[in-house]
């Protein structure tokens, strides 16, 4: 017998395939993208994003231009920022900016140098009629 006299399945009825599978239960994975990671929501993410509002005498004046600044997660884009941003607060930023710092050297001791953590900095922008309170928790 060879592979080319098989004889070809006809195609079964809808009710035939239904009456097959009622007995038997699929498990139905997810798809998944090939080579990129699942994206997830903003609740569970925004608390991961955001670590605390930066208070300080610059960030306070930046406020009257509706200018907020907050300490996020090194790791963090600018599109997890706005989205953690919207979720925390409510408000969907104009524009945010990000800024990289690097940790300050310290002297503990007599001759014993450290370095503090690197850290990131947003400055998320608000429309005009916008205005959201981040001393509430200071």
Do not use: C
């Not at 079964?12 to 699929?26: L, Y």
């Amino acid at each position: 017998m060879s592979l080319f006299s098989r004889k070809k399945k006809e195609p079964a009825t809808k009710n035939e395939e239904q009456a097959k599978t009622a007995g038997t239960v699929k498990a139905v994975q997810p798809k998944q993208k090939s080579g990129k990671a699942v994206k997830k929501s903003g609740s569970q993410v925004s608390y991961k994003v955001l670590v605390h509002p930066l208070v300080t005498e610059k960030s306070t004046l930046q406020n009257s231009f509706n200018q907020y600044a907050f300490i996020v997660n090194s790791r963090a884009n600018k599109v997890e920022i706005k989205l953690a941003i919207q979720e925390t607060y409510g408000v969907m930023p104009l524009k945010v900016k990000t800024i990289s710092q690097m940790g300050k050297l310290v002297r503990s001791g007599r001759g014993r140098l450290s370095r503090q953590k690197n850290w990131k900095k947003a400055i998320i922008t608000l429309p005009q009629d916008k205005k959201i309170d981040v001393y509430e928790a200071v």
